[in-house]
C-alpha cells in the first residue's frame, strides 16, 4: 500500500518562496504519477501541478504557472513542490496524491488512490 507523506509547509510573507516534500513508500517509482493538489478554507480541493515517473511535469491552474514546478529525486522517492513568489491566495492545506495507473485527468483529484495527510502553507500580506 503507498504511502505519502508530505513536509515544507509553513508561513512566509508575500513574495516569499517554499519548497514542500512527498515521501513516498510503499510504491516505487516506476510507471507512477504524482499529484499536488491544494484546498483553501471554503473551497473546493483543486489540482496545483503533476510529475509522471518519467520526469514530465506541469502546472493545473493558470494562478500558479510561473511560480510553481513539480520536481522529484527518483533515488529518495521523494517529490517536491517548489513555490515561488507566493501570494495570499496560495493559502491552502497542500497534499500530495499518488496514482499508479492512468486513466482518468492529470489533475483531477478522482484520479489519485493515495493521498497525503496534507501541510499547511499560509502566506501573509
Known amino acids: 500500500q503507498a504511502q505519502l507523506l508530505e513536509s515544507g509547509g509553513g508561513s512566509v510573507q508575500a513574495g516569499g518562496s517554499l519548497s514542500l516534500s512527498c515521501a513516498l513508500s510503499g510504491v516505487t517509482y516506476s510507471s507512477r504519477r504524482l499529484g499536488w493538489f491544494r484546498q483553501a478554507p471554503g473551497k473546493e480541493r483543486e489540482g496545483v501541478a503533476w510529475i509522471t515517473s518519467s520526469g514530465v511535469e506541469t502546472t493545473c491552474t493558470d494562478s500558479v504557472k510561473g511560480r510553481f514546478t513539480a520536481s522529484q529525486d527518483t533515488a529518495k522517492n521523494t517529490a517536491y513542490l517548489q513555490m515561488s513568489n507566493l501570494k495570499p491566495e496560495d493559502t491552502a492545506m497542500y497534499y500530495c496524491?499518488?496514482?499508479?495507473?492512468?486513466?482518468?485527468?492529470?489533475?483531477?483529484?478522482?484520479?489519485?488512490?493515495?493521498w497525503g495527510q496534507g501541510t499547511q502553507v499560509t502566506v501573509s500580506s
Open positions: 496524491a499518488a496514482s499508479l495507473d492512468w486513466s482518468g485527468g492529470f489533475c483531477s483529484e478522482n484520479s489519485y488512490a493515495y
